[in-house]
């Protein structure tokens, strides 16, 4: 008897004394085994890519917060070159710049209200799940060249020479 599943090598004496049960129970066994092992694997992955991902936003932050002071530093030479060589008062320069920068303000929530309204939410992977599904009850074959059928359509489209 294999103490362990998956432990035995196929074809050996002690497979063929085996119960049915037992050799479910070893299969079984390994799958859970096997899907335990792809989760902790993808959580590593996660783990790791989450820890990129924070220090890049940092930086991406740093590198905001230095944009910021730039734009606001270079809002005031505008203004004030408006002041000094087209002549306007300071106050209107200063308002022409603030305008233009509402104008941008309007134009980029306007994109984005538009990008909100296009959202699909999850719709292909609603399609995979549910085609995982009918695989996994038997509804639909696996798709071989990419394109899923499903086991009403398999019967109905082999010969009648059966």
């Given amino acids: 008897m294999v103490d362990k599943p998956g432990t035995g090598r196929p074809g050996t004496a002690s497979d063929s004394d085996r119960s049915i049960g037992e050799l479910v129970s070893d299969a079984t066994d390994n799958l859970s085994r096997i899907v335990r092992l792809e989760i902790r ?3 590593l992955e996660a783990k ?4 990129r991902i924070g220090k890049s936003v940092g930086e991406f932050g740093a590198a905001a917060f230095v944009l910021h002071l730039v734009l606001i530093l270079f809002s005031v030479t505008v203004g004030l070159f408006l002041a000094e060589v087209v002549g306007w008062a300071f106050w209107l320069s200063f308002l022409t710049v603030t305008g233009f920068y509402l104008l941008i303000a309007a ?4 994109v984005a209200v538009i990008n909100l ?5 999850l719709a292909r992977t609603a399609v995979t799940a549910s085609r ?3 695989i996994l009850r038997g ?4 798709p071989r060249d990419g394109a899923v059928e499903t086991v009403a ?3 109905t489209s082999e010969p009648a020479s059966r």
């Fill in 41 to 43: 694997l993808a959580k």
């Fill in 48 to 51: 790791a890519d989450a820890t």
């Fill in 107 to 110: 134009v980029l929530i306007l």
């Fill in 117 to 121: 309204r296009r959202r699909q939410g």
């Fill in 132 to 134: 995982l599904m009918g």
């Fill in 139 to 142: 509804d639909i074959r696996p």
């Fill in 153 to 155: 359509d398999s019967e």
